[in-house]
């Protein structure tokens, strides 16, 4: 997860510096990007883990079907509209 504390100036491109939030004090800026780190990474865990209990239950088979279902009917659904999209919109 090293890619946190890199910054890059266009899309998808490799970052050439390390993400600089305090100018001159290189270890109060390491500090603040580390702090910041372990907070969006707690909370994408927690995040996770609590789409992971709704998508997924345990104990009620009949409900993970369904959701497996809704899913995949999502899903399909999703890459259809966006293939449609790019049929229109890329040529």
Do not use: C
């Not at 910041?36 to 239950?57: C, D, G, Q």
């Amino acid at each position: 997860q090293f890619h946190v504390w890199l910054k890059t100036e266009i899309v998808d491109g490799q970052p050439k510096k390390l993400l600089n939030l305090l100018p001159g004090y290189p270890l109060i800026n390491f500090a603040i990007v580390t702090a910041a780190y372990i907070f969006v990474s707690h909370r994408l865990f927690t995040l996770t883990n609590s789409l992971k209990n709704a998508a997924v239950p345990h104990s009620n088979n009949v409900q993970l079907l369904r959701n497996t279902i809704v899913m995949a009917t999502t899903g399909a659904a999703l890459y259809f509209a966006t293939t449609a999209l790019m049929q229109m919109f890329v040529h």
